[in-house]
Every structure is written in structure tokens, then in C-alpha cells.
């Protein structure tokens, strides 16, 4: 988001703000979720599913609410602008890291006849694409600020996780990278369909686009379950190993903060913690 940090709790999202007066900017909503209501919605591989789509879903609508906060404008866009939105951005995305790669290595395929050797280098066009993106953006001043507030929020959960103060000196000596991170969830998608996908027959560009559209729940499924293994077995060898590489991209996705930026992140996870527990003593 703009000049703040989201937070989502177990029963809340929480949005905090830095507003162009100084002041913060507070909210919180209840998080209407399958996950809340069904506990099919929880089963293992398809609750990876449920908060993929509710991540971006909520991301766009608080990123837009961060933007009103910035213009000091009430104005919503309504469902079905951040519904419009949210697939206009699916499909760059997709189009960017599916249909890029999959073309790429369709005009070697003269030259490297092996469908598999194909399918992997695609994958690695996929994983360099990724990575040289958000090389490249974080060196935009702009970026580098949403970068600072991304380490805020994860320095906070840290101290928060080891029971610590919600104060900056006591959160600042945390790190910024965190192993329960989007970062790490982009990376382990991309590197779980280079596995996926290198056994895949090459076809037709129709249908192979299309399988590979597919595939994208199941190996979100599939690196969701992942990473919440990794994070509940951070202590294992063989977990660090998992989530190494999430954590080594998260020295570009983050940034050190200053202490304003940590003040933010702490009235965001407040709210989310308010929230949570509002919800539960209603229910």
C-alpha cells in the first residue's frame, strides 16, 4: 500500500497510513472468508487456493483506500472497480510470466528439440523475470518506500511474535525479512512449476497456454503448504533450506525503515489485534 502497511489477523484486515498531515491513518474491517465459515475452505491445498485470491483481493482494495488517503479523498471505487482492477492485473501478470516465457522458448524450439529442456528453461526465463523485475523497480524512489514499510511490517511482527513491546526501539534490532512473506511465496510458485512444468508435452500454443493457466491453482496449492511447513519448522535444516531463498529476495523487497515508518506498522498490527479480538468476543 501507499505510505503504510496492511496487516491481516486471523478474523481482520487492518490498514494504517501515514496521511499527508503526519498523522496515522486507521482501519479495519472483518475478514468475510471462507476460511472464517467453511472448513472445507481449510482443508490442506485448497485453503493456499482461497488465500491467494483473498490476498489480492484485499491488497487491491486497501492499496486503493491507501491511495484516497494520500489525496484526502473519500471516494470509493466500489466492487466493481477493484474487481475490474484486480483482473487487469491478473492478466498482465499472467501475460508477463506465462505467456513471456512460454513464447521465448517457442522460437528455440528448432534449435533444442527436447521438450523438457524447453520447459525448463522457460521456467528459468519465468524465475529471472521475477527476480530482474524487482531488481529494476527497487531502484525507484517511490518503490523504495513501499520496500522500507514492507520491513516495517515484518521488524514488527518479529517483536511481536517474540513478545516484545510495540515500541521502535525495541522493534528496530529485528530483521526485515520475515519466512511467512509474499516474496517467498512468489518465489516458491515459480521454482515449484519449473518442476511442475518441465514434463509437460509441448502441443500446440493454445493448448499449452491453457494447461499452464490451469496449473497456476494447483502450484499455488502446492507452495502455499510449503511455506506454512517452513515457517512451522523454521528450526529444521531442511526447512531453512526451503525457505532460504525466499529470504535472500527479501533483502531486494525490503528495506531498513525509520521510526515513523515503524509507528505505522505498529497502529496497523494494533488494529488487526483489536479486531481479532473484538471478532472472537462476538462470536
Known sequence: VIEGVMIRGRRTVALACRKPDGDIYRYREPLRSPLVRSRAARLPFVRGVVVLWESLDYGIRMLMRSAEVQLEDDDQLGK???????????AGALLLFIGVPYLAT?????????????????????????????????FLPDVRRVFAYHG????????????DPLVPER??????????????????????????????????????????????????SIS?????????????????L???????????????????MIEVAVASLEEAIAGDRDAEAAA
Open 242 to 260: 526451503l525457505v532460504a531463498p525466499g529470504l535472500l529476495l527479501q533483502r531486494v523487497t525490503t528495506r531498513r525503515p525509520d521510526a515513523r
Open 80 to 90: 466493481g472497480g477493484n474487481t475490474l482492477i484486480l483482473g487487469l492485473a491478473l
Open 152 to 163: 516495517a511490517e515484518h521488524m514488527t511482527i518479529h517483536a511481536f511474535e517474540h513478545g
Open 171 to 220: 522493534i528496530e534490532p529485528y530483521p526485515t525479512a520475515h519466512p511467512r512473506c509474499g516474496t517467498a511465496f512468489l518465489l516458491l510458485v515459480v521454482v515449484i512449476a519449473i518442476a511442475i512444468f518441465a514434463f509437460l508435452p509441448r502441443v500446440n500454443i493454445v493448448v499449452d497456454l491453457v494447461v499452464r493457466l490451469l496449473l497456476v491453482i494447483p502450484v499455488a
Open 224 to 240: 502455499y503448504e510449503a511455506l506454512r511447513l517452513g515457517a512451522a519448522h523454521e528450526r529444521s535444516p531442511v526447512m531453512r
Open 106 to 138: 517457442s522460437l528455440a524450439r528448432a534449435l533444442i528439440p527436447s521438450s523438457i529442456v524447453l520447459n525448463v528453461t522457460e521456467g528459468l526465463i519465468r524465475l529471472a523475470l521475477l527476480v530482474g523485475y524487482l531488481v529494476a523497480i527497487s
